[in-house]
């Protein structure tokens, strides 16, 4: 397969942007209608009150938190792993990073919206805001829900911005090949953009900056969203490899995701020249990779709890190895441990078509991770009288459903109007910027390579 | 005329065609380059290197860090509530919210000094062809003057594959 020119880049990039197919509108009214039904299903819950979903004492988390920890573990796809590329400068990563970035910001958004409907009065969620009331009463900022409003808030600005900046180049390359009232739109995006060495060096010194700080945030959020769980005097709660257990899976989870949406692009927008099958390997490596280091915090543990036979401790561990959520159990430890190891572990199993099975359980494994941390806990609170079930009901179920169908909604209206691979950086790509620019170094330093 | 410049296919001849017009007694500074990615394994891609953008996204981290410190401080000490019996102003947690503040103060100074130096700056140049997006660099002069047209155009149209064109 031959290299793809600039122009050649352009015009199979900026196709789906130009033209419209068939398959746009059956993928929008297909997901548009489940979002629809998620949407009446909410409005149902805030007309009828919270009482008709299933959290009630003394499991008052169930769906909603999941999802929350779910879709906040899934924003790591993104931002994380494009600034990990990024900064050790992975030629790889050209094509992929702008299809992670945009499952950042829209799985944040999602996540970032299940504690409003989990509020069940979502018109007083800002309260939870920091902002100076007439009674002088402020949020508790000893408290980890605040520590999740300025992490998630913090995340998702960075990731906005993280996302937006190398799409400005882009954006200019729209304009130069769009006409009428989309070339106007596309030229108030372009920010007057036109590639002067002077811009060139500004963006990517920002993106540089951008990537060492959002490292650390990105590895906060979700060590703030394991706070939530291991602060509270909760059986199974309070564990110090919280942090790193929930890092670890979020990154996990995220991985997937991208592999699933790659998948997915390269099929629906033709783009197998660029999402090419040494990319769905590299991933299929780091999904192996973040199986076993998942399948390592879940031993600990789960070891450790064994060992030490806390009584109460003991009841929710028994719950899920042997009892009734030991199907849950187990079918997460085959979704995220056994799945991955097979199909990612045997070369030949490394397909595209493996790594998207693969990707899947884990999506799957990963959903019941959360709700199996969540869900046994509350419901075997130490004392006998406190014990409950957790019985889901449709209005949750369909809200759920309906996430899936706004990440895909939003994911191909995203792809409509901005490039879904950044064209400016697989053009640098194709030159090697990075193995030149080395060479000029070492002829500046006078270096002679052999 | 506002202008005067050459298409270029490849970067090396980008780069003779700029040696030329400074052979030709123009200005680094008068001289625009534009390109559809970043030049950076040629000289003229190292021009306006130098930055402040770190410094600056410092000084945002350092005054975020501030603003989560003082927010802490503001809340904690305005209605002091017992939480556990940790005390009224809580350094570990509050350490959360300074670091979260910190970063994004970083983050919005380099965004800033992205748009100021390097965006808004532009605003006033007008040398552009759409060719640059398809892949072709542009190397020109901004309001050349009538007396040194036919030097500059001879300059310009020298390297390998050069297109030659004016802005009226």
Redesign the interface.
Known sequence: MTPA???RI?DDLTRPLLLTSWRFYLLVAFFGAFVAAGLAAWFSQIFFGIGIAGIRWPVYWGFYVTNFVFWIGISHAGTLISAILRLVDAGWRRPVTRCAEVITVFALMIGALFPIIHLGRPWLAFWLF?YPSER????????PL??DF??IN?YL??SI?FLL?PM??DF??VR??STGLRHRIYRLLA????????????????MQ??AI??L??AV?VHT?VSFDFSMAPVPMWQSTIFGPYFVAGAIFSGIAALIIAMAALRRFLQLEEYLRPIHFDNLGKLLLMMALIWGYFVFNERLVTYYGNEPAEMTVFWRTQRQSFAPLHWTMIACNFLVPLVLMGIRRFRTIGGCVVASFAVIVGMWLERFLIIVPSLGAKYLPYSFGIYRPQPVEIIITAATFAAMGLLYVLFAKVIPIISI?EL??GE?T?SA??R??DEERLGKVRP | MSAVYGLYPDGHAAQQAVNRLRAAGVADRDITILSARPMEEFEFGQRDRQTWMWWFASFGGLLGMAAGYGLSWLTETSWAIDVGGLPTFAWWPNLIVMFELTMLGAILAAVLTLVVSALLPTRGQTLYDPEVSEGQILVGVERPGEARLADLEQALSAPPGARVKQSP
């Open positions: 020119t600039g122009t352009n920091p002088l009463i402020w949020p508790n900022f000893r408290s605040v520590w300025f992490a913090t600005t960075g911005l900046l400005i180049p200019a390359v130069d090949r920010l007057g953009w036109r590639g002067t060495p002077k811009q060139w060096h500004r963006l990517e010194t920002a900056i951008m700080a959002i650390p945030v906060s703030i400016w053009k640098a030159h910027p030149a620019a060479a000029l």
